[in-house]
């Protein structure tokens, strides 16, 4: 005998995605902010005149990538219990890229999913992390083995809360906005070498065009199964720079800065970028003081973490090269002596 359970359905997990200053906030139920110390000194009192609930908790998480992790996330689901949060509460992940996918992924997770929103705090975040419903957290195999999809019900992006931003915070969001720019839109990308996004409303102009270009890759593939890999440009390279460093050495958008230099530099070598595509995007990074080398010690044990990656199989890696700029190929057939020649440019750098 068989018996089908027919669960064929449609859901909408449409959403906003607000550029601009922060609007009101309004909220029937409980709300719980997860945040840091850091925004919560600079900008928590900003979201509060700006959020009206029936009740608000604030949940307060150390910073730093070293801290997304299993222990985090049972503190959060802890606070949420105390604070007797229901499957109508809400919570706010008021941060960072950080603070948006533990968020995430500890909403997705209390009750079986509980609603959740985005409120950027960081350039990174606010182009990249907060859009798309990729939650997750850390462990010591790789970056975000461990996560969901779990889409928010809105973000808000208003970049008044990047005139706080340390400047080095500010260079690892543009490596996101550029590696969006390499792989989906030459036109941007040209525009990102003439134009400082430090000046005027530049930044604006760059942080709509890279938001406005995930949430495209975004509609076409939400799960990953193609078209969206593609946004992991550089990464590939940069959670093997970030693990092995303990997530302690590089921001995350300096670890992708120096992936897509190496993922660059394997492009070239497969004949799918010129040298002076490569230059040009070395010198867009290299203008927000990103770094752009990384010394390699053991090129066999760096070649072996990438089998950890999520897009990678038993047998096969999986690279996201630059075809030009403004194209982009997803392989998992470059030989194994291609890509540890690349590494060897690398190796004690």
Same mark, same amino acid.
């Given at each position: 005998?068989?018996?089908?359970?027919?669960?064929?359905?449609?859901?909408?997990?449409?959403?906003?995605?607000?550029?601009?200053?922060?609007?009101? &906030?309004?909220?029937?139920?409980?709300?719980?902010?997860?945040?840091?110390?850091?925004?919560?000194?600079?900008?928590?009192?900003?979201?509060?005149?700006?959020?009206? *609930?029936?009740?608000?908790?604030?949940?307060?998480?150390?910073?730093?990538?070293?801290?997304?992790?299993?222990?985090?996330?049972?503190?959060?689901?802890?606070?949420?219990?105390?604070?007797?949060?229901?499957?109508?509460?809400?919570?706010?992940?008021?941060?960072?890229?950080?603070?948006?996918?533990?968020?995430?992924?500890?909403?997705?997770?209390?009750?079986?999913?509980?609603?959740?929103?985005? &409120?950027?705090?960081?350039?990174?975040?606010?182009?990249? +992390?907060?859009?798309?419903?990729?939650?997750?957290?850390?462990?010591?195999?790789?970056?975000?083995?461990?996560?969901?999809?779990?889409?928010?019900?809105?973000?808000?992006?208003?970049?008044?809360?990047?005139?706080?931003?340390?400047?080095?915070?500010?260079?690892?969001?543009?490596?996101?906005?550029?590696?969006? +720019?390499?792989?989906?839109?030459?036109?941007?990308?040209?525009?990102?070498?003439?134009?400082?996004?430090?000046?005027?409303?530049?930044? &604006? =102009?760059?942080?709509?065009?890279?938001?406005?270009?995930?949430?495209?890759?975004?509609?076409?593939?939400?799960?990953?199964?193609?078209?969206?890999?593609?946004?992991?440009?550089?990464?590939?390279?940069?959670?093997?720079?970030?693990?092995?460093?303990?997530?302690?050495?590089?921001?995350?958008?300096?670890?992708?800065?120096?992936?897509?230099?190496? *993922?660059?530099?394997?492009?070239?070598?497969?004949?799918?970028?010129?040298?002076?595509?490569?230059?040009?995007?070395?010198?867009?990074?290299?203008?927000?003081?990103?770094?752009?080398?990384?010394?390699?010690?053991?090129?066999?044990?760096?070649?072996?973490?990438?089998?950890?990656?999520?897009? /990678?199989?038993?047998?096969?890696?999986?690279?996201?090269?630059?075809?030009?700029?403004?194209?982009?190929?997803?392989?998992?057939?470059?030989?194994?002596?291609?890509? =540890? /020649?690349?590494?060897?440019?690398?190796?004690?750098?």
């Amino acid at each position: 005998m068989t018996i089908n359970i027919a669960l064929n359905r449609t859901i909408d997990d449409s959403y906003p995605i607000h550029i601009g200053p922060l609007s009101d &906030i309004q909220f029937g139920g409980k709300v719980a902010i997860l945040t840091n110390p850091k925004v919560a000194g600079l900008h928590l009192q900003t979201l509060l005149s700006r959020l009206k *609930a029936k009740e608000v908790y604030i949940i307060t998480i150390a910073d730093g990538e070293q801290y997304k992790n299993w222990e985090s996330i049972e503190f959060i689901l802890d606070r949420m219990f105390d604070h007797r949060l229901n499957r109508k509460s809400l919570l706010v992940a008021f941060g960072g890229g950080v603070i948006g996918d533990m968020g995430g992924f500890a909403s997705s997770l209390y009750n079986r999913g509980i609603d959740f929103i985005q &409120i950027p705090t960081t350039l990174l975040s606010q182009v990249d +992390a907060s859009v798309g419903g990729k939650t997750g957290i850390n462990n010591k195999y790789g970056k975000n083995l461990i996560g969901a999809f779990h889409q928010p019900k809105t973000v808000y992006i208003d970049p008044s809360f990047l005139q706080t931003l340390p400047a080095r915070e500010f260079g690892a969001g543009v490596a996101e906005i550029v590696k969006m +720019a390499v792989t989906f839109n030459a036109q941007f990308f040209e525009w990102l070498e003439h134009n400082d996004l430090r000046v005027g409303d530049n930044l &604006i =102009k760059a942080i709509t065009q890279a938001v406005e270009t995930k949430a495209r890759v975004v509609e076409a593939d939400e799960k990953e199964q193609g078209l969206r890999a593609a946004l992991n440009y550089g990464h590939t390279f940069g959670h093997v720079i970030e693990n092995e460093t303990r997530y302690e050495t590089y921001l995350h958008g300096e670890s992708v800065a120096i992936g897509m230099m190496m *993922a660059n530099d394997l492009a070239h070598d497969l004949g799918l970028m010129s040298r002076d595509e490569v230059e040009r995007v070395k010198a867009v990074l290299a203008r927000y003081d990103l770094p752009l080398t990384y010394p390699i010690a053991n090129i066999d044990k760096f070649y072996q973490a990438f089998f950890l990656d999520k897009k /990678s199989s038993d047998a096969s890696i999986t690279f996201i090269l630059p075809r030009s700029i403004g194209g982009v190929e997803i392989t998992d057939t470059v030989e194994s002596n291609r890509v =540890k /020649s690349v590494l060897k440019r690398y190796e004690g750098a």
